[in-house]
């Protein structure tokens, strides 16, 4: 791809707190091909630290709650949530790239952020089956909880700038809908793994440091609240009943198939389009990027590894400023920087995620993309797949209400 010469955004990338870093993401460490089955000292495994209640679940709980030899996936029926959305599609497609005798019956409501192009190229597959329906529909969920070996739970309502303006959906789908799939699973007790996705956001903002997985959840959007019930929901239900639950805190994810009211996305075909570029605040917010296929081999991971009753962390380092990236996409495409409009901040913008990413990576998973490829891999595919985002862009009517009543007359949009 043709590339307008200029810094490269690695220079930019936050030097977070001088080697404070417990994690810097350059250079990386190598990785051991098995991952320990002891802690670091040689000590026995922690076994998550939830206590025995009766529960079909309880049978062996230390077997179910820290394997020592790898959980096995192949082979295995799978129910995914929120396939057709961003994360849960390329999952899906991770899974069956990987395993040759996985099956996997994907659960979607298809709201506006579901979508099935995303999922074209595999639906004839015979290992894999769509089920349209709602997470909230308790005998559905009981029906498909049934058939499978193990759960990764995605669905959910995921944009904070949606959550501000109504956060009704996020509510019931995000705390309520857990709710019906955890229930579901305590009559269940054949499932070996239920992967709950959670979020980084649950720990709310810090300008300094890193969050682990121990600190407290303090967060501050509708959004994130409404993902922080659920994310203590799920280790509640692993306390009282003994499920074996694992909790993933994932930190922004970008790459393919993103729907395009996500930050990148959003500027990305924004820019194609010659479109302004709504930047919030001084665009000086920090997240820590973590491209999509990196997150989806960290899920697979701790299916394989993760200790039932015990959150995860999963970030990549990549620390950048929302102004960098807004420029780098510019640049990237040949367009000129003043389709960057800044715009009024969002409400209670949180200003910097960061993951203390130890936990994880003593498992040995560590994230493989540089982020600067992944950006421009990531641009190259939106420019590619122009008809993709064009539907939903100039078809959905969700898309038009939500833009034009968020975007289209902020302050700053118009060129001054
Ligand atoms: P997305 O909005 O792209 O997709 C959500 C999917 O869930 C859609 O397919 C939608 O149709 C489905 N869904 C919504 N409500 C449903 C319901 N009631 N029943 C069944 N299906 C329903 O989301 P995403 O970005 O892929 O995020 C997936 C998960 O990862 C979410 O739980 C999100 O909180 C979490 N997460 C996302 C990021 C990120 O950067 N995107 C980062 C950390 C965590
Ligand atoms: P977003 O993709 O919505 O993810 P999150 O808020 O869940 O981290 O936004 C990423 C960052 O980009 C966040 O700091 C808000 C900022 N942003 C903008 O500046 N303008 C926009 O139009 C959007 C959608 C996001």
New binding site residues.
Partial sequence: MAEPAGPSISSWMIQSGAGSCPWPPRPREPVPSVPPVEEADGSPLRYGGFRAASCAHNKDPMLRNAPSVERQVDGKMLLVTGGAGFIGSNFIHYLLRKYEKIEIINLDKLTYAGNLDNLKDIEADPRYEFVHGDIRDKELVRSVMRRVQGVVHFAAET???RSILDAGEFVLTDVFGTFVLLDALREAPQVEFFIHVSTD?VYGSRDEGFFTEEDPLNPSSPYAASKAGADRLAYAYTVTYGLPVIIVRPS?NFGPYQYP????P?FVTNALEDKPL???GK?T?V?DWLYVEDNCRAIDWLMRWGKTGEAYNIGAGNEVQ?IRIAEKICDLLAKPRDLIRFVPD?LG??RR?ALDCRKIRSLGWKPEADFERALETTVRWYRENEAWWRKIKEKSRAWRSFYDEYYRNRKGMKKE
């Fill in positions: 944009h904070v700038d956001e922004n009211e996500k930050f990148i959003l709504p930047l919030y665009g917010n997240r929302n969002r913008h949180d995620y």
